[in-house]
């Protein structure tokens, strides 16, 4: 039985506009959620946006791909446009610094300071996995940091597609120089906040419908204030006398629901 959560790279710059931001890493996603799967092992799969198929509202979006279809199928990295867009952003030479904290596998985080240098970036490594967690979150959430890129771990105490998306990336989240901003990715993107309002509005009126939590999810993966990576897993081995064996994604095991024979 394997579980999972979600790895992911946010980048940020308060000093820039949103398309700028889509530009610097929604052209790194072309090229790294693969790679990125076989440097994570356990069973990781590739994903390129906030929802994992377990959320109401997921559907498989993939626009960041040459030609990319309704299917959402992935055929390859499309670096062409990649590079297109970071020479249309004028951006190409920047120095960027990938925060690692603890929870990414070092391997994952050096690949993707060798692609960001592939893409015309100067990019650098700081090592905050050892610190304790509560330090390192809140040297990374505090804006008054300016760390720019960072990768992170995530899941949800719950699967409400409200726990990924607003949480992370409504405005009310949002805590300028704050140790517990929650919004770390630091976009307040009026659009979303309406869709995520939809959303929340049909999932109060009981509504069956979970195209508004779709359409939040895609305007998170055109925003790009974050590059989602993979969706890690692990694996839980049990003896072939414990029946009605039961996980969920955020607490693993629930010891409560089994029994042994």
């Known amino acids: 039985m394997s579980q999972a959560g979600e790895a992911r790279a946010t980048t940020r710059s308060s000093s820039t506009r949103a398309s700028d931001r889509s530009t610097t ?5 072309r ?13 990781a799969q590739p994903t390129c946006q906030t929802l994992t198929p377990w959320f109401t509202g997921y559907k498989r979006y993939r626009p960041y791909t040459p030609d990319p279809t309704e299917s959402g ?3 390859a990295p499309d ?7 970071i020479t249309a952003s004028h951006k190409c030479g920047t120095s960027v610094t990938i925060w690692l904290t603890a929870g990414t596998p070092p ?6 300071v060798t692609l960001l240098d592939q893409l015309g970036y100067q990019a ?14 809140a040297q990374i959430a505090d804006s008054r940091t300016r760390a720019q890129a960072f990768t992170f771990e995530d899941g949800a105490v719950y699967p409400a597609a409200s726990q990924l998306i607003e949480t992370y990336f409504g405005c009310n989240y949002f805590i300028p120089n704050s140790p517990v901003n929650g919004n770390i990715a630091e976009l307040c993107d009026p659009r979303l906040d309406a869709r995520i309002s939809n959303a929340l509005a049909a999932e109060a009126g009981n509504s069956p ?3 508004p939590w779709a359409r939040a999810d895609r305007a998170v993966v055109d925003d790009a204030p974050q590059v989602p990576l993979v969706i890690s897993g692990y694996v839980i ?14 607490q693993g095991v629930l010891p409560d629901q089994l029994w042994i024979r």
């Open 25 to 29: 890493s929604g052209s790194a996603e």
């Open 31 to 43: 090229s790294t959620t693969r790679s990125t799967a076989r440097l994570v092992g356990t069973g």
């Open 73 to 75: 199928v992935w055929s």
């Open 79 to 85: 670096l062409a446009t990649a590079r297109r867009l």
């Open 107 to 112: 391997p994952v985080a050096r690949y993707l």
């Open 124 to 137: 650098r490594l700081r090592d905050v996995s050892t610190e304790p967690y509560s330090q390192e979150y």
């Open 209 to 211: 419908d979970a195209q």
């Open 237 to 250: 081995f049990v003896s072939n006398r414990v029946g009605n064996f039961q996980a969920s994604a955020e």
